[in-house]
């Protein structure tokens, strides 16, 4: 089966622009998950939407936001770009169950780099 | 807070040796998870262990969870260079359907 596609895989932008990045789960997920990833604060959780609701929501600004579509597709959008903003997006997706009990199957991810 | 710590942060071996990375916590987590993530894309779950004191084995890695839940470690035997990446430990989080991650762990295993 398809994985889980993620788009685009690179994008560059200035500070003070906005970004939307998209996710496209494994066909019969229900669940999808966004995380940061750069060298210095590795791996950290933005948010998890299912079934077009946040189910979870990380330690971020509000500046981070995203939404879940009807066919599971997930977007999340970042307003007012900060140097900081730069890093590795991934998403997961799963079928929705608890997430250390099933598998989340990660995207390739977004590099995004902000300058 | 959770909190899984990861080391060593980076390890440089030679093909053949042995090698064991560890993941500890504070906190008591239902199960732990190790994901392995090459350049390039995303983290690719390896296993998960559930039960205090569970030993897993996926060909040459050994997984083991502590007996309190609290820490993990993963012990590679005979490493090959396809075994260099990133690895990472992932637990849930208090509303269970997020990861904490560990930073990881760089192997970098050369011929």
């Known amino acids: 089966k398809a994985g889980v596609t993620q788009t685009p895989r690179y994008l560059i932008k200035t500070r003070g622009q906005q970004v939307t990045l998209s996710c496209s789960p494994i066909?019969?997920?229900?669940?999808v998950s966004w995380y940061q990833q750069t060298p210095g604060q590795g791996l950290q959780f933005l948010f998890e939407y299912f079934s077009e609701t946040q189910r979870n929501k990380g330690n971020f600004p509000g500046r981070f936001s995203g939404r879940q579509f009807s066919n599971s597709r997930s977007e999340m959008n970042v307003s007012t770009l900060e140097l900081g903003d730069s890093a590795l997006y991934l998403c997961?997706?799963?079928?929705?169950?608890?997430?250390?009990?099933?598998?989340?199957?990660f995207g390739p991810g977004t590099r995004l780099l902000v300058l | 807070t959770q909190l899984l710590e990861q080391s060593p942060q980076f390890l440089s071996i030679q093909e053949g040796e042995n090698l064991t990375v560890y993941c500890n916590s504070s906190s008591v987590f239902s199960s732990l998870q190790w994901y392995r993530q090459e350049p390039g894309e995303g983290p690719v779950l390896l296993v998960t262990v559930v039960t205090g004191g569970e030993v897993k084995k996926l060909k040459r890695l050994t997984f083991q969870f502590g007996d309190a839940r609290k820490d993990s470690s993963l012990h590679i035997t005979a490493a090959q260079t396809g075994d260099t990446g990133l690895y990472l430990c992932a637990g849930d989080d208090q509303a269970g359907t997020a990861l904490i991650f560990g930073k990881g762990t760089t192997l970098s295993v050369s011929s």
């Open positions: 997961a997706s799963s079928l929705g169950g608890l997430a250390g009990e099933e598998t989340q199957y």
């Open positions: 066909s019969g997920h229900r669940s």
